[in-house]
């Protein structure tokens, strides 16, 4: 015989004192209803619910004890062993369909419980495979992002290089022209602080793992323009800010959110692209929706929503674009109800609007 | 070097600070914009110039404006700087006729060698300009029947084929030449010619 496993002689034990006591009470239940015309139904029920709940060995533990508590307190005679041939097809007669229940009951009770477990492996599978998905889309929009940040980092860059010469052809003029020289080398301390600013944004963005700290939505906001200057110039969209005066304070990713804010302004942008009639303007707004939550928008001056469910641009894979993928959307919103809040889309007077909310952090102004 | 100006449009503030500091260091004279607007809001400049322009700015881009000056008959010569080395940007650029398409961060060195070309190359334009206005001045001064003898001379003709033409002396047709040649202030006949060209007088053939 093979040693048990704590956990399944503890099992084991539990199935055949659940048998005791579900035939026990069965009896002392039946018992109490003096001559019953149907004795079995209780013992029956008894022994699925041993089966269901104890497994099959105590089912039919379950199944010897209420076929001896039936032939010994409910029939004739009473209070006896013996059998004869009626007793024994009494017996047959409850016993076999008793058996059978028990088996049909294991394996449907074997079946859920395999059921149950492939959906929870595949639940788990599921989660692995988004979160490489917002792996992989948030190193495609950094891809893009290092393009703009290329750009802006070129900007103090040249300025540094033009004030360095500027600084020392003052200094060579005879006599050394000192104010404007040292007004040069003011302008290069300036530039050099500009990009450390833009280098410790790079920094920030390559930090993979989500860092929840608290936030002003407000600097979140700015940041993500910042970084679409390049493809606001390019695509000749104006871009309005309106943020709130006063923000109460989330708990948040900072990058993360910044990505959603950049993947919806970026959709407007490439939606109002091609529009050749009306002003292109991006408008992100924040403000505070009470005490318990802020709500921000990116709202267009594009075509608005294409028609149906506009639920439907969040599932993943689905794009209007030629050559999007679409997952932009659905992992902005897996990003913000992360957060524990909500993103939606409807249509504005003139276009379309994305916008979400995040709940106030607790005990925040 | 008589008094030249260069404009720099780019909307970025330090850019343009810097490059305002590095190009009045060496003397010369400089106005920035912020925008393709705000300079065209400043009249023509009457001395030799040239322009600095950011390919990527707002509202009007760089090749916009360079288009919009071509279109207004503007010479001025453009340095284009930009951000990206974008090839096709770049090419039309200079196909419309830019002088030079610099990369950021570019040398300091290489702006003044650009800006002192086109400098130049305006200069020769606007000297150009001048000459053809004189020279049409001058022919403007002709009287129709002076204009008709010398479009006849630079086309060859001889004093008695132009006499015959215009049904006079060959003596008048002599004395009407030489006012002609007098009037443009030419020194010879190949001189009186190179004039013509210069201000479009059509040969008649």
Known sequence: MQFMQPSERRQAVWGYALAILCAGSAL??????????????????????????GGSVPGFVAIALATLSLNYYF?????????????????LEFALPASLTCWFVRKRRITET????????????????????????????????????????????????????????????????????????????????RAGAIVQRIRALAKTSPKRVVLDVNEVATEAAALLQKELARNRVALRTELARTLPRVRGDRVQLQQVIFNLAMNAIEIMSMETERARELRIRTEAEGSESIIVAVEDTGPGLPSGDPEELFTAFFTTKEDGIGIGLSISRTIVEAHGGRLWAGNSGGGAVFQFRLPVMEGAL | MTESIVFVVDDDTAARSAMESLLRSVGLLVETFGSPAEFLRRSAAECPCCLVLDVRLPGMSGLELQRHLRSARSNIPIIFITGHGDIPMS????????????????????????????????????????????????????TPREREVMERVIAGLLNKQIAAELGTSERTVKIQRASVMKKMGADSLPDLVRMAEKTGIALKG
């Open chain 1, 114 to 193: 395999m059921l149950r477990e492939s959906r929870d492996k595949l639940q788990s599978r599921i989660e692995q495979r988004q979160a490489e998905l917002a792996r992989v889309s948030r190193m495609m929009t950094i891809g893009e992002m290092g393009v703009s940040i290329a750009h802006e980092v070129n900007q103090p860059l040249m300025a540094l290089v033009l004030n360095g010469e500027a600084c020392l052809r003052w200094l060579r003029a005879d006599p050394p022209n000192l104010p404007e020289a040292r007004k040069a080398a003011g302008h290069i301390i300036e530039e050099g602080h």
């Open chain 2, 91 to 142: 090419v039309e650029a200079m196909k419309a006729g830019a002088v030079e398409f610099l990369t950021k961060p570019f040398r300091g060195q290489d702006l003044l060698d650009a800006i002192h070309n086109a400098i130049e190359r305006n200069r020769g334009d606007r000297e150009d300009e001048a000459r053809i206005a004189e020279l049409r001045r001058r022919t403007g001064a002709l």
């Open chain 1, 75 to 91: 029939i004739p005679p009473l209070g006896s062993m013996s059998l004869n041939k009626p007793e024994i097809l009494y017996l």
């Open chain 1, 28 to 53: 002392t239940v039946t018992a109490s209803l003096r001559n019953p015309l149907f004795p079995t139904p209780l013992f029956f029920a008894a022994i699925v619910i041993t089966t269901w709940y």
